[in-house]
C-alpha cells in the first residue's frame, strides 16, 4: 500500500481527536531515515529506531510482537489509566485497549520527523479512532504533568501504570526521563489530593449544601483594604505579640481560625477571621469565644456550625467543584486560591484579594521551634489536656503528637533548633511560590520557626489599581430551589454503563458540571467500596448526595 496513502489515512483518523497535532504532522519530515524497518518470525514489520551511530534498535519482539505486548500489558493488571512511552508499531497501545478495565491509554513520544515515519508504515486507524486513546509528541515535562491533572481521575479509573518501550526510551532518556519523573510528580500530587478526597468527600458535600442555605441570609460588603496582616498559630506568636498590639492601628488583622483563641487570650481583637477546614474540630477554636461581631471568611465547605454562630459571614469557593458549581447557578462566590493546604496560605490570599499592598505574617513558623506545636492559648494544650490520664498524661499526648511524623527532621540554626516535617515544608513552599506571583509585597515576622522566602521585592507599578469589594453576588433563586433543582439533576444524570470516555460524549454541557460535582464524593465512597465496579459507585454516590439534599429540604 503507498505509503503516503496510509500516512493521510492515519492523520485523517486523528484529526478527529487531536486536530492540533495532526496539523503539525502535516509538516513533518517521512525521510529522515529515523527508523528502519525489518520483518519479525511471524511477518510481522517492525520499527527498529536508528541511533546517533547508525545502529538499529528493533523496538518489538522479532519471535512474536503481539504476545509480548499483550504479556507485557497483562502485568498492569489492575490499572484503569496506562501511560506508554514510545508509540512504536502501536502492539503496547492496541493490547492495552483489549484489557477489560482500561478507561485511558495515554501514548508519549518524542521527534514528531520518527513518528511520522511511523505513520506512513502502520495503519493507527481503530487506535485513534478510540475514545479512549490519547497521543502526545513532543511534549514538555510539565505538560505531560497538567495533561495527567486534568485526565486522571483515580475514582473512576482506579490505578495508574506506565509501561515503556524499553528500545525506545532507553536510546532516548534525555527526553523520556524527564518525561517519566513528570508522570511520576502528577501521580504524587493526584494521590495526595484523591487521599484528603477519600477521607473528607462527604464530609464536604454535607457541609457545602448546608451553607448553601445558610448563604442565602448572608449579604455583607467588606470595602477594600491597603495593609493587612495574616496570624498563624505557631509558637513563635506568643513572642510577636507585643509588635502585633503596639503596631495594631496599621493593618487590617486577619486572624487565622487556629491563632484566634491565642489573640484573645492576649487581649487583641482582630478584624477578621478565616477558616478553611471542613472538619468539626476547627469550631474547637471558636468555643467560648464570642464571634458574632466578628466578620468570618469562611469556605462554603467549612463546618456550617461556624456559619450559623457567627454574624457576619463572608462565604467564599475553595475550588471544590461543587463550590464552583454554586458559583456559576446560583450565586456568585468570591473564588479564593486555597491550594496550599493550609489556612494562612488563604488568609494571605484574602488579604491580596481585598486590595493589600502590604501583608505581614506573624506565627508562621511552618515547623516545631525547639519542639513547640503553637502558640500558647491555641486549642491545641486545652485539646489534649481535656485527654489525659494518669497513664497518659498531656506531655505524653504531646510528644506523642510531635514524633508521630515519619519525616520529622531537626535543623539547627544560629539562634536555636526546630523540628520539621514534609507537609510543613510543602506548605512553606507553596507560600512562597504564591508570593512571586502575588502583587503585593509579603513580611514574614522574624520568629524560631523554618524561614520563608518569600518575594519582598517593589510590586509592578503597572498592576492594576481597580479594587472589587469583598462581597457575594445576587442570588439566582432561592436557595432551597437551587438545590431542589441540583438534586433531580443528579438524578436525571444518564445511566454509567460504558467507559468513562463514551460516557462523558453522552453528556451535555450541564451534566458534565453536575458529574464532576460528585466525584469528590464518589472518592469517598470509592475508600469504603473499593470493590464496587464504576458504574455502581457512581450509582451509590448520586444516590448518597440526593438523599442528602433532600433530608435537609425537609427540616424546618
Request: glycine share 6%; with cysteine; hydrophobic share 40%.
Amino acid at each position: 500500500m503507498d505509503k503516503q496513502f496510509i500516512f493521510d489515512r492515519n492523520l485523517l483518523s486523528l484529526s478527529r481527536a487531536h486536530a492540533e497535532l495532526c496539523s503539525r504532522f502535516t509538516a513533518a519530515e517521512t525521510t529522515l531515515g529515523r527508523y528502519r524497518f525489518v520483518e519479525s518470525r511471524e511477518g510481522k514489520l517492525l520499527p527498529a529506531w536508528v541511533d546517533a551511530a547508525g545502529s538499529a534498535h528493533t523496538l518489538h519482539s522479532l519471535t512474536s510482537p503481539e504476545k509480548e505486548a499483550e504479556r507485557l500489558v497483562a502485568t498492569l493488571d489492575g490499572a484503569g489509566f496506562i501511560v506508554l512511552l514510545g508509540l512504536g508499531a502501536g502492539f503496547y497501545a492496541a493490547a492495552a485497549l483489549r484489557c477489560a478495565g482500561v478507561e485511558q491509554v495515554l501514548v508519549i513520544d518524542y521527534d514528531i520527523n520518527s513518528v511520522a515515519e511511523l505513520l506512513c508504515h502502520y495503519d493507527y486507524i481503530s487506535l485513534f479512532n478510540d475514545e479512549r486513546f490519547s497521543l502526545m509528541i513532543d511534549p514538555e515535562p510539565n505538560e505531560v504533568l497538567n495533561a495527567l491533572l486534568n485526565m486522571y481521575q483515580p475514582v473512576l479509573h482506579g490505578g495508574l501504570a506506565t509501561l515503556p518501550l524499553r528500545a525506545r526510551t532507553g536510546n532516548d532518556a534525555e527526553n523520556f526521563m524527564p518525561a517519566a519523573n513528570a508522570i511520576k510528580q502528577a501521580v504524587e500530587n493526584i494521590a495526595e489530593d484523591f487521599s484528603v478526597q477519600s477521607c473528607f468527600g462527604k464530609r464536604w458535600f454535607s457541609n457545602i449544601i448546608h451553607n448553601c442555605i445558610i448563604s442565602e441570609s448572608q449579604n455583607n460588603v467588606l470595602p477594600p483594604v491597603s495593609s493587612a496582616a495574616v496570624t498563624a498559630a505557631g509558637p513563635s506568636l506568643d513572642e510577636q505579640i507585643p509588635i502585633i498590639k503596639k503596631e495594631r492601628a496599621q493593618f487590617y488583622l486577619i486572624a487565622t481560625d487556629t491563632s484566634l483563641p491565642a489573640l484573645l487570650y492576649a487581649g487583641i481583637l482582630p478584624d477578621a477571621v478565616i477558616s478553611i477546614d471542613c472538619q468539626h474540630i476547627s469550631a474547637s477554636h471558636f468555643i467560648g469565644q464570642d464571634i458574632s461581631k466578628l466578620p468570618l471568611f469562611l469556605d462554603l465547605a467549612s463546618p456550617p456550625l461556624i456559619a450559623r454562630r457567627g454574624g457576619k459571614t463572608f462565604f467564599f469557593s475553595g475550588g471544590h467543584p461543587l463550590t464552583n458549581y454554586i458559583s456559576a447557578n446560583y450565586r456568585n462566590f468570591p473564588t479564593l486560591d486555597t491550594s496550599g493546604a493550609n489556612v494562612t496560605y488563604a488568609g494571605v490570599t484574602i488579604a491580596c484579594k481585598m486590595g493589600a499592598r502590604r501583608i505581614r505574617i506573624f506565627g508562621a513558623d511552618y515547623s516545631y521551634p525547639q519542639g513547640a506545636a503553637y502558640s500558647r492559648g491555641a486549642y491545641f494544650y486545652p485539646y489534649f489536656m481535656r485527654r489525659q490520664n494518669r497513664l497518659r498524661p498531656a506531655s505524653s499526648l504531646l510528644s506523642a503528637f510531635l514524633y508521630k511524623s515519619p519525616s520529622l527532621k531537626k535543623i539547627e540554626t544560629e539562634t536555636g533548633w526546630y523540628y520539621e516535617t514534609k507537609s510543613l515544608s510543602l506548605y512553606r513552599k507553596r507560600l512562597e511560590e504564591k508570593s512571586r506571583d502575588l502583587t503585593a509585597r509579603i513580611f514574614p515576622a522574624k520568629g524560631g520557626g523554618a524561614p520563608i522566602a518569600v518575594n519582598d521585592e517593589e510590586m509592578n507599578q503597572a498592576v492594576s489599581r481597580t479594587i472589587s469589594l469583598f462581597a457575594s453576588g445576587k442570588a439566582a433563586c432561592g436557595a432551597r430551589q437551587f438545590l431542589s433543582d441540583y438534586r433531580r439533576k443528579i438524578l436525571g444524570l444518564p445511566t454509567f454503563t460504558t467507559n468513562i470516555a463514551r460516557y462523558a460524549e453522552t453528556l451535555n454541557p450541564e451534566q458534565k458540571q453536575v458529574f464532576v460535582t460528585l466525584l469528590p464524593a464518589a472518592a469517598a465512597v470509592r475508600y469504603r467500596k473499593n470493590e464496587l465496579a464504576a458504574p455502581a459507585l457512581l450509582a451509590e454516590t448520586a444516590n448518597y448526595c440526593a438523599l442528602k439534599i433532600e433530608r435537609l429540604l425537609k427540616q424546618s
